[in-house]
């Protein structure tokens, strides 16, 4: 950067222009761009940082571009970003006591990643204890911890949500500290006919959740049977024997709710149907070019003549 100091001060002793040149060799100053091209409006900023330079010194220019700003957001979201994966793929062990499952069964350890939820970790142990016909929905996790209150030791107990990571809540605490156990929640039961799977089977009393969907409920049947198609190619129907009609459930209706509101569950059931295949999709001739499909959609409302093309120069005149 040159410049030329006109005048000497000096205060104290001290040289106030070398101490200026010293100061300003430390200035980035953008002289790349003039003031002209500067947009009517725009803010300026004379306290931005550069992230990306090896010292650290500030911007007087009022047209500092903003690339090397979103570059250095970038950077550190790259840096962020890049340190996520190694975290979320880290495998920890969790003690579940689920004396709830089966009398015989006090706890489970299971090894699970930081990402898996309560909802996986639910249906992660009634794989492993080959209970694919029982409803997740009735199950939850709770979690006991240790706190201090007033120099006392008590003990409280948290309900955790379905979406809730719980190695992410066991790294919190000190480690033998934290007790997580599965608790079950009321249920209902529910009569499905199921004679379309299987025609000596009359029908299959499941307990359900209040909130476990038409969908859900399927795959439960299915399940029992170790059928491998899914649910969406059922459907299940409502049957009122007294008015001899029937009603389609939507996929996203309970089946619970639906069997508390029958004044007379006599005269109502539950029964399990296969969707219908879908009409097969009408193949249309494909022709490139405009002419060629033109002649292609007429092709069936006139008759197919051949003729030669030698003949047709009877017809021309030639001069």
């Not at 000096?10 to 003031?35: D, P, Q």
């Not at 090894?111 to 199950?139: A, G, Q, V």
């Not at 003949?311 to 030639?318: K, L």
């Amino acid at each position: 950067i040159g410049y030329r100091a006109k005048s000497k001060e000096t205060f104290g002793g001290l040289n106030v222009w070398c101490l200026a040149f010293e100061m300003l060799k430390h200035v980035h100053i953008t002289t790349s761009r003039s003031s002209c091209s500067t947009p009517v409006g725009a803010r300026y900023r004379g306290d931005t940082l550069s992230l990306n330079s090896s010292f650290s010194y500030s911007s007087i220019s009022p047209e500092t571009p903003l690339s090397s700003r979103s570059s250095s957001y970038t950077s550190l979201s790259d840096s962020s970003n890049s340190q996520g994966p190694a975290t979320s793929t880290r495998l920890a062990t969790i003690k579940v006591y689920a004396r709830c499952l089966r009398p015989d069964i006090e706890y489970k350890t299971l090894s699970i990643t930081t990402n898996t939820t309560c909802k996986e970790l639910i249906l992660l142990l009634l794989n492993k204890y080959k209970m694919k016909h029982r409803d997740p929905n009735l199950f939850y996790l709770t979690m006991e911890v240790g706190i201090r209150k007033r120099g006392i030791p008590l003990r409280t107990i948290m309900v955790l949500d379905d979406e809730a990571c719980p190695i992410e809540l066991q790294s919190c605490h000190p480690r033998g500290d934290s007790k997580f156990t599965l608790q079950m929640r009321r249920g209902g039961l529910v009569k499905i006919y199921d004679s379309v799977l299987m025609s000596g089977s009359q029908y299959k009393s499941l307990l359900l959740s209040e909130r476990t969907t038409v969908d859900e409920s399927i795959q439960l049947v299915l399940n029992c049977y170790n059928y491998n198609e899914r649910a969406t190619k059922f459907s299940l129907y409502e049957l009122c024997f007294n008015k001899k009609c029937e009603r389609k459930l939507h996929p996203d209706d309970h089946p619970l709710q639906v069997t508390q509101e029958w004044a007379n569950p006599e005269n109502y059931a539950l029964v399990l149907k296969r969707n219908p295949d879908p009409p097969p999709r009408r193949k249309l001739p494909c022709y490139y070019g405009m002419d060629q499909s033109f002649s292609g959609l007429d092709r069936s409302l006139r008759p197919l003549t051949i003729s030669s093309a030698y003949n047709d120069y009877e017809n021309y005149f030639y001069i």
